[in-house]
């Protein structure tokens, strides 16, 4: 196998042609991609052959195209036979299936973005796959001790509406828990 040297190029996006063949059906996740292209910026390249035609990169062009970028960086295939072209377009998204997740590291990863107030939609998960990852595992809920609250804090009447809910402070309760809230932490 010979490694060839990658030369990136600028290309006008109208000299683009999608690949009319292409079997990915990604029209409904466009503007996640636009979204991911405002924060980021367009750092993948698209490949194509000299003709325009698209090798890979179809759902970051639509996406370009959505935001009226001009020209986006692309890296030239020319060296690849036919069927080497078909066979790689097959194999790039074929391969984001092939990997599993440590979903401990994921979960970890997430909750730094979150802790950061980065925006989580960005990250390319949905709504519901962020929520499991970003609860709290059951392995830690069964690890944590239990807490019991002061008996200095509890609440004089437990059943009364919250708004007539009234704590009863035994003197001395603040230098042991120092919270006036129906239970400690």
């Known amino acids: 196998m010979q490694m060839m040297a990658t030369h990136i190029e600028q290309w006008p996006i109208d000299k683009l042609v999608f690949y009319a063949r292409n079997p ?6 466009v503007d996640r991609m636009c979204s991911s292209i405002r924060e980021f910026g367009f750092k993948i390249p ?5 003709d325009g035609e698209v090798v890979d990169g ?6 370009a195209r ?20 078909k066979a790689f377009r097959l194999m790039v998204n074929r391969s984001v299936t092939w990997a599993a997740w440590d979903e401990e ?3 970890l ?8 107030d980065f925006d989580l939609s960005l990250t390319g998960f ?7 990852l970003l609860a709290e595992p059951e392995w830690a809920r069964r690890s944590r001790p239990v807490r019991e609250p002061w008996p200095c804090c509890l609440p004089s009447a437990s059943r009364a509406p919250l708004r ?14 120092g919270s006036m809230r129906p239970w400690c932490s």
Request: aromatic fraction near 2%.
């Open 109 to 116: 990863e997430m909750q730094e973005l979150n802790a950061a």
């Open 66 to 85: 959505k935001l009226r970028i001009e020209e986006v960086p692309l890296i030239l295939c020319d060296e690849w036979t036919p069927a080497q072209v």
């Open 24 to 29: 990915r059906r990604n029209d409904a996740v």
């Open 58 to 63: 179809h759902l970051r062009l639509k996406a």
């Open 105 to 107: 590291l994921l979960a």
């Open 126 to 132: 949905d709504p519901k796959e962020l929520d499991d």
């Open 46 to 50: 698209v490949l194509a052959r000299s």
């Open 164 to 177: 007539a809910r009234r704590l009863r402070r035994a003197p001395g309760c603040a230098p042991r828990c």
